[in-house]
T-cell receptor, first 107, second 115 residues
């Protein structure tokens, strides 16, 4: 079974807007990771948040983690057309991925 | 290029044929993972190695699938008697068990089409 489940499945926004996607996971984690995948390519690691952290920032990315709800969110601020991709989350313990959120940023 | 390398990038085969894919991880990464991804879905875990030992196999990995990592460096994934349902992107990733919290580095994948 998949560990991470992303929501929504698809998101379409205009360039400059913020994009928020959510992730729910099932079992305990030591950390949760977000990855990006451009069409036809492999996944690229974006950001990691440890289980004892509640929020983390990296450039235009902001990740939150709520271990009591087994959920995380990824916020991309001031989106760009180049952010168009699928985004996945996975807990470190077994690295199972959900179906991802497909983000489209329109120029 | 010192990233994860997968070959071939594309493979077209007829149903019933055997295929083999190769993955060269980042040097000194001792963990290597195989995933399968179909259109619109996330990567599905297949198996992973630490050095040459295959530590975990998914139930998705039927008897027709076999993976090896004989010297703890590159790995091969073989599919015997391919079926149309095997058509997918096969992704390889590597990490170091002492690296930052199991962050995985992915290759570009091998796209398999079974006719």
């Amino acid at each position: 079974s998949q560990q991470g489940e992303e929501d929504p499945q698809a998101l379409s926004i205009q360039e400059g807007e913020n994009a928020t996607m959510n992730c729910s996971y099932k079992t305990s984690i030591n950390n949760l990771q977000w990855y990006r995948q451009n069409s036809g390519r492999g996944l690229v690691h974006l950001i990691l948040i440890r289980s004892n952290e509640r929020e983390k920032h990296s450039g235009r990315l902001r990740v939150t983690l709520d271990t009591s709800k087994k959920s995380s969110s990824l916020l991309i601020t001031a989106s760009r057309a180049a952010d168009t991709a699928s985004y996945f989350c996975a807990g470190n313990n077994d690295m199972r991925f959900g179906a991802g959120t497909r983000l489209t940023v329109k120029p | 290029d010192t990233g994860v390398s997968q070959n071939p990038r594309h493979k077209i085969t007829k149903r019933g044929q055997n295929v083999t894919f190769r993955c060269d991880p980042i040097s000194e990464h001792n963990r290597l993972y195989w995933y399968r991804q179909t259109l619109g879905q996330g990567p599905e875990f297949l198996t992973y190695f630490q050095n040459e030992a295959q530590l975990e196999k998914s139930r998705l990995l039927s008897d027709r699938f076999s993976a090896e990592r004989p010297k703890g460096s590159f790995s091969t994934l073989e599919i015997q008697r391919t079926e149309q349902g095997d058509s997918a992107m096969y992704l390889c990733a590597s990490s170091h068990h002492l690296g930052p919290k199991n962050i995985q580095y992915f290759g570009a994948g091998t796209r398999l089409s079974v006719l």
